[in-house]
């Protein structure tokens, strides 16, 4: 199984899950979720456009892999479009969630996915025409990450 090594970024990971842990506790769940959520649909906007913006999902996504590496994140993207939908599938082999749980010394298989909800939250603010799910979660005894992600191609004129 791939685990981020990577100690910086393995901290960041656990210093979020740490901050919504906080916010939870004093404001409750939704209000600490929208809390967490400021400012990262313009990031995701930032980060994904270019990936999302003028071609098809698996291609945009693929380029960003190699970002992904380097972040010490090891993902895979599939094509998964259908007759008039763009769709691709991002299977993460390393766990966001399960590294920050890890981190802050909590049993990663219990944790919830929040740092994936969150992301996939900012994305559908962020592209209001794209559809991003959840398929599985390691955090929820899953082997990989799965997201989907997809959106209707117009018909032709």
């Known amino acids: 199984m791939h685990e981020i090594t990577d100690d910086g970024l393995r901290r ?4 979020r899950l740490g901050r919504y842990r906080e916010l939870r506790e004093r404001l ?6 929208e809390a967490m959520l400021e400012g990262l649909p313009e990031k995701q906007a930032a980060r994904l456009g270019p990936a999302v913006e003028g071609e098809r ?7 960003a892999l190699p970002w992904l590496e380097a972040a010490g994140l090891v ?8 007759p008039g939908e763009d769709a691709a599938l991002e299977i993460a082999l390393t766990c966001t969630c399960a ?13 919830e996915p929040l740092l994936c909800d969150l992301e996939a939250e900012a994305t559908r603010r962020a ?15 899953g082997r990989v990450c799965v997201f989907r ?4 191609i117009p018909p032709a004129r």
């Open 12 to 15: 960041g990971l656990a210093e």
């Open 127 to 141: 592209f209001p025409g794209l559809d991003v799910r959840a398929l599985a979660h390691r955090t929820g005894g």
């Open 28 to 33: 409750g769940p939704e209000r600490a979720r």
């Open 149 to 152: 992600y997809r959106r209707d």
């Open 75 to 82: 993902h895979e993207v599939v094509d998964d479009s259908r």
């Open 99 to 111: 590294t920050a749980a890890e981190v802050l010394g909590l049993d990663p298989r219990a944790a």
């Open 57 to 63: 999902l698996a291609a945009g996504m693929a380029r």
